[in-house]
């Protein structure tokens, strides 16, 4: 059975850090693409950052050059630095794991936007608040 288990959210005021985490376990295929979608209320989940096997990642432009993806294959975690946190930050913060690797643009080649429709297993989220 897949579980992607998230943690590290919680309250945090206008420019500080968070730092999210998500221990997946019972699946070890490859490739992969770990991703992270962020949700507010009345809103479609959003796919903000990616990474996958080959090390490559995806960011959208609103978390770009501020959150930071990586993963650990030796602990099984994905992980997500947040740094200077804005309000509109403030969402609830989905792992989830697409399987066969990250979609690419055909066009370009690069990673591109991942979508729900993309993610075979997800995990149960983590509220991120920020507040001023």
């Known amino acids: 059975q897949v579980r992607l288990v998230e943690s590290g959210g919680g309250s945090v005021e206008t420019g500080g850090s968070l730092r999210l985490s998500c221990v997946i376990s019972?699946?070890?295929?490859?490739?992969?693409?770990l991703v992270w979608f962020r949700q507010v209320p009345g809103k479609n989940r959003d796919g903000i950052a990616s990474i996958d096997t080959d090390g490559g990642t995806y960011y959208s432009d609103s978390v770009k050059g501020r959150f930071t993806v990586s993963e650990d294959n030796v602990k099984a975690t994905l992980s997500l630095e947040m740094n200077d946190l804005k309000s509109e930050d403030t969402a609830t913060y989905y792992c989830a794991l697409r399987r066969w690797g990250c979609v690419r643009s055909v066009r370009t080649g690069t990673y591109a936007k991942p979508y729900p429709e993309d993610v075979d297993y997800w995990g149960q989220g983590t509220q991120v608040t920020v507040s001023s």
């Open positions: 019972g699946y070890t295929d490859s490739p992969t693409c």
